[in-house]
Structure formats: C-alpha cells, structure tokens
C-alpha cells in the first residue's frame, strides 16, 4: 500500500503544474501527501479494524480522517460528502474510487474477494458504472501483481493486461510515450485508470512506473498514485524512496500503515 501513497506523494507538485517529461526530481520541498493517501488509509483502517467490512464503517473511516484532515484536496463533491450526516452516494465516475482502493488488493484472498471488496468501497459515494469498474480494475490489479512470482516478468503483465482489458473492457494496447502528448487532465476513471496501469506495464521498477505515471500529465498524483499501488505490490520499494514516504506522513497517518501492514504479515 505505501506504493499508493508513494505514488500520490511523488506526483503531487505535479498535479497542476504538469511536467511532460521522465526526468524531474521525485522529491522536494512541495512533496505532500494528499486526499488519495488519506483515503487509501481510510480504506486500510477500515479492512484493519471491521471483520465484517460493512459499509457503513468505511463511510466512518473516511469521514473521520477527512475531517482530520480538511485540505487535502478533495473534489467539491467528496468534500461535501464528508461533511454530510448520513452521506449517500452521488453517481459519480470520479477517480477517487480508484486512487483509494489499493489496500484491497493488497487484503483480498482471492480475486473474487477483491473484486467485491472494491465495489463496496467504491459504491459508497462513487456508485457510477465507471466509478465501480475503476475500482475494480485497480484492486484487481494490485491482487495479480502481488500473487504473481514475478512482479516485473512478461508473464505476469500479460496476465494482468489480459485479465483487465477482458473483464472491463480499457484498452492497455498503449504505451506512455504514445498517451503523453496529447494527454489532458482527465478525473474520470474512465481517462486515468487505463493509463495508470499502462505506467506499471510499460516499466521495469518502482521508480520508473511512477516517473512514467507523473509524466503522463493531467492528475498526476492520483495517475502516480494508482501506477505505485501496482508496482509496488510485492513491497520490494527503494529504501529511500520509503523513508522519504514514511517522512511526509503523520504519526496517526503512519499509526494505520503500519497497523495494516503488520495485519497483512500476521496472516
């Protein structure tokens, strides 16, 4: 799951000051976490701490963590959202359904788990087709690449091309340098799930998936955000690259990532 949050830090001085290019520093003095590494916790928090993965506590995690932290950077829509007694969801197609739900993967025995594991965390808010399929496409991806002997091997991105282009139709016969030129901010994820994938499936690491996310353009922390999720799925992330991560966070925040990571070795 630090892969998300990685991904989400790394992109975030990109975000509206889009950077077309693969060489940029990874971090620097406006590196920050955002609204996709709050509610990916909210998400973990919530496969942490309820048994039953009820509806209804995720909705809590994600509200108390996004009063926590208010300026994150939420889309107009989600904010008001959090703010709502008793929040339903709004049909949206929105990314916010894909950046948040990596800890999934990383949780789901089997794929089948996964796959309803993301609708329940989409469906909350983002109940559009788009924004359910989206979730899914991600959580299912983060599962293969983490079940998979070798995260990087042809075999293995095959498998998850195969498998995401059949079950939810995105076309992923693309590469970045063929998407980056005439790529615009798109936050649907209908317009940023398939390339995020395409990051991680045109890489050959950690680092370069999420120089290949960010350099797409358009919502480059949650495109970076999603890429990292999946490329970092086996957890072999550079060490500074984590400490940097690990640095940008706040203790509550690092509180829940370490909860869920050591639930994750527990079982």
């Known amino acids: 799951m630090l892969g998300a949050i990685a991904g989400d830090i790394v ?58 932290y208010p300026r994150a950077g939420y889309g107009g829509s989600f904010a008001r959202w959090l703010c709502l007694a008793a929040p339903q969801p709004y049909g949206s197609w929105g990314n916010g359904a ?14 089948e788990e996964a796959l309803s594991l993301a609708e329940i965390s989409a469906e909350v808010s983002h109940n559009h087709p788009e ?34 282009s059949e079950r939810f139709g995105y076309d992923l016969d693309r590469t970045t340098d063929g998407i980056r030129p005439g790529y615009s901010f798109d936050v649907s994820c209908q317009g940023s799930v398939p390339e995020a994938i ?48 690990r640095r940008r966070l706040t203790p509550d925040l690092l509180d829940i990532l370490d909860k869920f990571e050591n639930m994750l070795k527990g079982r």
């Open 198 to 245: 395409i990051a991680y499936l045109d890489s050959g690491s950690f680092e370069e998936t999420l120089r290949k996310a960010v350099s797409i353009g358009g919502d480059s922390d949650t495109i970076a955000c999603m890429a990292g999720a999946i490329a970092g799925a086996h957890g072999d992330i550079p060490a500074d690259i984590d400490a940097e991560c």
């Open 131 to 164: 924004g359910i399929k989206g979730a899914q496409a991600v959580a299912s991806a983060v599962f293969l690449a983490r079940t998979s002997d070798d995260l990087w091997s042809e075999s293995t991105k095959k498998t998850i091309r195969d498998f995401i």
């Open 11 to 68: 992109g975030s001085p990109y975000e509206f000051h889009n950077i077309k290019t693969v060489d940029f520093p990874l971090f620097s003095c406006s590196s920050e976490f955002t609204d996709d590494s709050v509610m990916t916790l909210a998400v973990a928090k919530w496969l942490t701490d309820d048994a039953e993965h009820t509806p209804q506590y995720l909705v809590r995690c994600m509200q108390e963590l996004g009063h926590r």
């Open 98 to 111: 894909g950046m948040r739900v990596s800890p999934v993967g990383m949780y789901a025995k089997t794929l």
